[in-house]
């Protein structure tokens, strides 16, 4: 499978005027925890590799990115966003939201801007891997471009 030099995600990270590295990866379409794949496959510790998931928080979409050795805390997140409830989305419904495929969402060029929640144990780390917008695509950066593109709630939202 070849790679694109440009994604959406990479598309909206230029429009930021964004500082990243694009990293790629041979994507395992077997793998149980995508994000736990892609760090053994780039060689680096899965707590920087963010993975980005689509949750409904009170039935509206929200976005989290939480360390791929970790889970998100829907009852973190609610209140993270001062919602009441949260569940994971559908993968089919998450796909047709962001316009990217499970194992490819990237919380960059999303189809739809919604709110979204960074763990905060991201700002423990001089750079963090979140995914470019397609399977085997990683964009390396600092957690402060996260923020500065994302405008995220940065909180506590995970679970290990």
Not at 32 to 57: N, S
Not at 68 to 74: F, H, I, K, W
Not at 80 to 85: E, I
Not at 91 to 108: D, H, N, Q, Y
């Amino acid at each position: 499978m070849s790679k694109p030099k440009t994604t959406p995600a990479t598309v909206a990270l230029d429009a930021h005027g964004a500082d990243y590295v694009l990293v790629t990866y041979e994507y395992d379409p077997n793998a149980e925890r995508v994000g736990l794949q892609a760090a053994e496959a780039m060689g680096v510790d899965p707590g920087i590799v963010f993975k980005t998931l689509m949750a409904k928080l009170d039935g509206a979409p929200v976005c989290a990115i939480v360390p791929s050795d970790a889970e998100v805390n829907m009852k973190k997140l609610a209140a993270a966003l001062g919602g009441k409830g949260a569940e994971m989305m559908k993968p089919a419904e998450a796909e047709r939201l962001t316009g990217f495929k499970v194992g490819g969402i990237s919380p960059f060029g999303q189809k739809r801007s919604v709110p979204t929640v960074l763990e905060e144990s991201a700002e423990l780390y001089d750079e963090i891997y979140i995914n470019g917008g397609q399977r085997g695509v990683q964009v390396r950066m600092t957690p402060q471009t996260v923020i500065n593109v994302l405008k995220p709630v940065v909180a506590d939202i995970s679970r290990t």
